[in-house]
């Protein structure tokens, strides 16, 4: 009998439960080990007597051990023979067996070298031929003209010469231009490019940037039309690169727009991102070509190459800049207009203070750090605030202590001790009590001395963060994107967004113990990004305030309103997960796709799965699509059978839709988008819901405004505040001016 060796690491209880006959039993178990263990267990149970573990080994390796448990009598000779046969066999079906995957193994590597080989190879084609018609068109220009300057010279009139010598120089540019996009695509796929990285106004080197090209658009009788915030826009970027980023979007514009046609061109400012927004009035690109039209000298076809020029670099350099600065590109089609480039550039200033992350070494701190980084991330952005900060408790030392914070200075962040009692955020812990300031120098109970770089800005909110009522930290907002102040509702919905972070930051400390779901956790944070990056973090909001508007008109609980304002923030995130290709289609989508789209809602939900979420807010995410007559979709619920949360964010999805510029439908006016509601009350939606959705749209002054939700009532409420305050100012200094009076008297 061969002789065998005890291995480790083997699958404990591996005889467990099994009954062994008189005849023997045979049992593979590829890497079995603890061998001895496994023998004490079956003599101390008195299930067996003898056991033999034969190795299967193919030359050195050993593929695993065959065990055979008997109950009385050990093997005779002739089993032992038999045993052998067996063993001989077996190892010779593994070895077979490895053979052939490593076979296959290596054909798929092969296959994977060829499929490479044969894109270099395209990509040479490419090159040669979009290269040369390139260089060959500026040059054969050139020469025509300096051909014909040669043999006129004396005759020629010099107002002539000035034209010739006019396109010569034009043509040169084009040639430099060329020279300098190959050179600087060079540098960017060597890896030899050098970002640095320094804060700039990004809405300034906009202007800067159309101002240089403008006459392209006066040449062509293009008009371009610009949005740009109010605010400066500040961001921490390579200047020289956003700014060749900006001119290679917006040079593209220009050239695919026919004639007499518009760019438009936005910037607008998000909690963590700055979108840019380049649109032509061209026909568009083909379906087929959108996810391909980043790729180094890729055209569109060949007519656009002669018709449009160009070398296939341009959108390729925009997408390494984009992507040395962490940021994201797409192209969508918009329907009847064109195509346009979106770019959205990181504003991450997110620390997290080292210490907390102690016991937690290589990667498994970098993780860690990387999901309070996208949880403080989420914070900011459903809130639209430029700072935001998650502090946790220290009940030992009773001060709070700073976990992970966006936009705070990284020596703050890593040294700030609160006391319990002190500063803003030790009070909440304190009474247990958020605190809403809407303008912190009015408001003279707190002092000015807690105006510092820890709010930044004078209206904040701070809210305590429980743990089965329990304070174990505090969250806090201040500096909102906008310029303006917090409002109630958006007090609301921290405070609801409080108990979700402190059931994840649960999950983030039991790191050991939700290993598996860790993943997913971060990947459903992602996805709520990716939303928020989709659909822009102030349309998110308006609409989260109507739908809460018709859920109190409905005189839903405070559990209810809760649900709704979150579910309203993460209902499609299965969305985030089809294709964008499909997802911005601009002819009618096929069977195929519209299953593809018709998945999201379980997609979603199996995405919050390892959320600490209420049971309403998963079944918004699950069943935001079913309709009021049974015919909707995942599960074909009907009427009442569709929790009343699911009901109301139906219909604010649906007017969402109709009233935002999508790839393959048409886009309705806001009056439209009402009727369209209002006809479908009874088959789709639940005309009660219905009923106070309209009535929610009137309360808040909502209109459309470029494809977006504005509420006026919102612009009323902040101006009414303003005003409350300007005159309590006002008395306070007449009081203030009487008592001087008096003490003068």
Same mark, same amino acid.
């Given at each position: 009998m061969?002789?065998?060796?005890?291995?480790?690491? #083997?699958?404990?209880?591996?005889?467990?439960?099994?009954?062994?006959?008189?005849?023997?039993?045979?049992? #593979?178990?590829?890497?079995?080990?603890?061998?001895?263990?496994?023998?004490?267990?079956?003599?101390?149970?008195?299930?067996? %007597?003898?056991l033999?573990?034969?190795?299967?080994?193919?030359?050195?390796e050993?593929s695993?051990?065959?065990?055979?448990?008997?109950? +009385?009598?050990?093997?005779?000779?002739?089993?032992?023979?038999?045993?052998?046969?067996?063993?001989?066999?077996?190892?010779?079906?593994?070895?077979?067996?490895?053979?052939?995957?490593?076979?296959?193994?290596?054909?798929?590597?092969?296959?994977?070298?060829?499929?490479?080989?044969?894109?270099?190879?395209?990509?040479?084609?490419?090159?040669?031929?979009?290269i040369?018609?390139?260089?060959?068109?500026?040059?054969?220009?050139?020469? @025509?003209?300096?051909?014909?300057?040669?043999e006129?010279?004396?005759?020629?009139?010099?107002?002539?010469?000035?034209?010739?010598v006019?396109?010569?120089?034009?043509e040169?540019?084009?040639?430099?231009?060329?020279?300098?996009?190959?050179l600087?695509?060079?540098?960017?796929e060597?890896?030899?490019?050098?970002?640095?990285?320094?804060?700039?106004?990004?809405?300034?080197?906009?202007?800067?940037?159309?101002?240089?090209?403008?006459?392209?658009? !006066?040449?062509?009788?293009l008009? @371009?039309?610009?949005?740009?915030?109010?605010?400066?826009?500040?961001?921490?970027a390579?200047?020289?690169?956003?700014?060749?980023?900006?001119?290679?979007?917006?040079?593209n514009?220009?050239?695919?727009?026919?004639?007499?046609?518009?760019?438009?061109?936005?910037?607008?400012?998000?909690?963590?991102? @700055?979108?840019?927004?380049?649109?032509?009035?061209?026909?568009?690109?083909?379906?087929?070509?959108?996810? +391909?039209?980043?790729?180094?000298?890729?055209?569109?076809?060949?007519?656009?190459?002669?018709?449009?020029?160009?070398?296939?670099?341009?959108?390729?350099?925009?997408?390494?800049?984009?992507?040395?600065?962490?940021?994201?590109?797409?192209? %969508?089609? !918009?329907?009847?207009?064109? #195509?346009?480039?979106?770019?959205?550039?990181?504003?991450?200033?997110?620390?997290?203070?080292?210490?907390?992350?102690?016991?937690?070494?290589?990667?498994?701190?970098?993780?860690?750090?990387?999901?309070?980084?996208?949880? !403080?991330?989420?914070?900011?952005?459903?809130?639209?605030?430029?700072?935001?900060? !998650?502090?946790?408790?220290?009940?030992?030392?009773?001060?709070?202590?700073?976990?992970?914070?966006?936009?705070?200075?990284? %020596?703050?962040?890593?040294?700030?001790?609160?006391?319990v009692?002190?500063?803003?955020a030790?009070?909440?812990v304190?009474?247990?009590?958020?605190?809403?300031?809407?303008?912190?120098?009015?408001?003279?109970?707190?002092g000015?001395?807690?105006?510092?770089?820890?709010?930044?800005t004078?209206?904040?909110?701070?809210?305590?963060m429980?743990?089965?009522?329990?304070?174990?930290?505090?969250?806090?907002?201040?500096d909102?994107?906008?310029?303006?102040?917090?409002?109630?509702?958006?007090?609301?919905?921290?405070?609801s967004?409080?108990?979700?972070?402190?059931?994840?930051?649960?999950?983030?400390?039991?790191?050991?113990?939700?290993?598996?779901?860790?993943e997913?956790?971060?990947?459903?944070?992602?996805a709520?990004?990716?939303?928020?990056?989709?659909?822009?973090?102030?349309?998110?909001?308006?609409?989260?305030?109507?739908?809460?508007?018709?859920?109190?008109?409905?005189?839903?609980?405070?559990?209810?309103?809760?649900?709704?304002?979150?579910?309203?923030n993460?209902?499609?995130?299965?969305?985030?997960?089809?294709?964008?290709?499909?997802?911005?289609k601009?002819?009618?989508?096929?069977?195929?796709?519209? +299953?593809?789209?018709?998945?999201?809602?379980?997609?979603?939900?199996s995405?919050?799965?390892?959320?600490?979420?209420?049971?309403?807010?998963?079944?918004?995410?699950?069943?935001?699509?079913?309709?009021?007559?049974?015919?909707?979709?995942p599960?074909?619920?009907?009427?009442?059978?569709?929790?009343?949360?699911?009901?109301?964010?139906?219909?604010?999805?649906?007017?969402?839709?109709?009233?935002?510029?999508?790839?393959?439908?048409?886009?309705?006016s806001?009056?439209?988008?009402?009727?369209?509601?209002?006809?479908? #009350?009874?088959?789709?939606?639940?005309?009660?819901?219905?009923? @106070?959705?309209?009535?929610?749209?009137?309360?808040?002054?909502?209109?459309?405004?470029?494809?977006?939700?504005?509420?006026?009532?919102?612009?009323?409420?902040? %101006?009414?505040?303003?005003?409350?305050?300007?005159?309590?100012?006002?008395?306070?200094?007449?009081?203030?001016?009487?008592k001087?009076?008096?003490?003068?008297?």
């Open positions: 061969s002789s065998f060796a005890v291995k480790r690491n #083997a699958a404990e209880g591996l005889f467990e439960g099994r009954d062994f006959g008189s005849g023997g039993a045979f049992v #593979a178990a590829e890497n079995a080990s603890s061998v001895e263990k496994v023998l004490a267990a079956m003599v101390e149970r008195g299930s067996a %007597e003898h033999y573990i034969v190795p299967l080994e193919e030359r050195i050993s695993g051990y065959l065990t055979i448990g008997y109950l +009385k009598d050990p093997p005779t000779e002739y089993v032992e023979r038999a045993i052998e046969a067996y063993r001989n066999m077996a190892v010779h079906i593994l070895w077979k067996e490895r053979v052939v995957s490593r076979l296959k193994e290596s054909e798929k590597t092969l296959s994977l070298y060829r499929e490479e080989l044969d894109g270099v190879n395209q990509l040479k084609s490419n090159f040669l031929s979009v040369s018609h390139e260089l060959k068109t500026p040059l054969t220009s050139i020469k @025509a003209y300096a051909e014909t300057l040669l006129n010279l004396e005759s020629i009139e010099t107002r002539t010469v000035r034209e010739f006019k396109v010569m120089d034009g040169s540019e084009r040639l430099i231009k060329l020279v300098d996009n190959i600087s695509f060079s540098y960017m060597m890896g030899n490019l050098k970002v640095e990285k320094v804060s700039f106004e990004l809405d300034e080197l906009l202007r800067e940037v159309y101002a240089s090209i403008e006459k392209e658009f !006066v040449s062509r009788g008009t @371009a039309e610009i949005a740009l915030p109010k605010s400066p826009v500040i961001i921490k390579d200047r020289e690169l956003v700014k060749q980023l900006l001119q290679n979007l917006i040079n514009a220009v050239k695919f727009s026919p004639e007499g046609g518009k760019v438009y061109i936005s910037l607008d400012e998000e909690a963590s991102f @700055a979108r840019i927004i380049v649109q032509d009035t061209g026909k568009g690109i083909p379906e087929d070509q959108l996810e +391909k039209i980043f790729e180094r000298f890729h055209q569109v076809d060949g007519s656009d190459t002669r018709e449009y020029g160009g070398s296939g670099l341009g959108l390729a350099i925009c997408k390494n800049i984009v992507d040395w600065h962490e940021g994201k590109i797409w192209m %969508e089609n !918009v329907k009847g207009s064109g #195509a346009k480039v979106v770019v959205l550039l990181p504003m991450k200033d997110i620390y997290v203070r080292q210490a907390l992350s102690k016991g937690f070494i290589g990667s498994r701190r970098f993780e860690r750090d990387r999901y309070l980084t996208l949880l !403080v991330e989420m914070v900011a952005e459903f809130l639209q605030a430029r700072k935001a900060s !998650v502090m946790v408790l220290d009940r030992e030392q009773n001060a709070l202590r700073i976990l992970a914070a966006k936009g705070l200075d990284p %020596e703050f962040v890593q040294n700030t001790r609160v006391e009692g002190e500063r803003i030790g009070k909440v304190e009474t247990g009590r958020a605190m809403h300031v809407f303008d912190i120098e009015k408001e003279n109970q707190y000015r001395a807690n105006n510092t770089a820890y709010y930044g004078s209206s904040f909110i701070s809210v305590p429980k743990d089965d009522g329990e304070i174990i930290g505090v969250i806090n907002v201040s909102h994107v906008e310029g303006r102040e917090f409002t109630e509702h958006d007090h609301e919905l921290l405070e967004l409080s108990e979700l972070i402190a059931g994840m930051l649960k999950k983030a400390d039991a790191y050991e113990l939700v290993s598996s779901n860790f997913k956790l971060k990947s459903a944070m992602r709520i990004l990716e939303l928020r990056e989709t659909w822009g973090g102030k349309n998110l909001s308006n609409l989260t305030i109507v739908a809460q508007a018709t859920a109190r008109r409905l005189r839903l609980d405070e559990k209810a309103l809760i649900a709704v304002r979150i579910g309203m993460i209902y499609d995130l299965g969305l985030m997960k089809v294709p964008r290709h499909i997802r911005s601009r002819e009618k989508l096929s069977s195929r796709d519209v +299953k593809r789209l018709m998945e999201h809602p379980n997609l979603g939900f995405l919050i799965s390892p959320m600490c979420l209420d049971e309403r807010i998963k079944a918004i995410v699950r069943n935001h699509h079913e309709r009021y007559d049974g015919k909707g979709y599960d074909g619920l009907k009427g009442e059978e569709i929790p009343i949360e699911a009901r109301i964010v139906s219909v604010v999805d649906a007017f969402r839709a109709l009233i935002t510029q999508g790839p393959y439908r048409k886009v309705y806001f009056e439209e988008a009402r009727e369209e509601i209002m006809k479908k #009350a009874g088959s789709r939606f639940d005309p009660k819901v219905v009923e @106070a959705f309209m009535k929610a749209l009137n309360d808040l002054g909502a209109r459309e405004e470029n494809g977006q939700l504005v509420l006026d009532s919102i612009t009323e409420e902040l %101006e009414k505040i303003r005003n409350s305050l300007d005159e309590r100012d006002e008395t306070d200094l007449v009081e203030e001016q009487e001087v009076k008096e003490g003068a008297r």
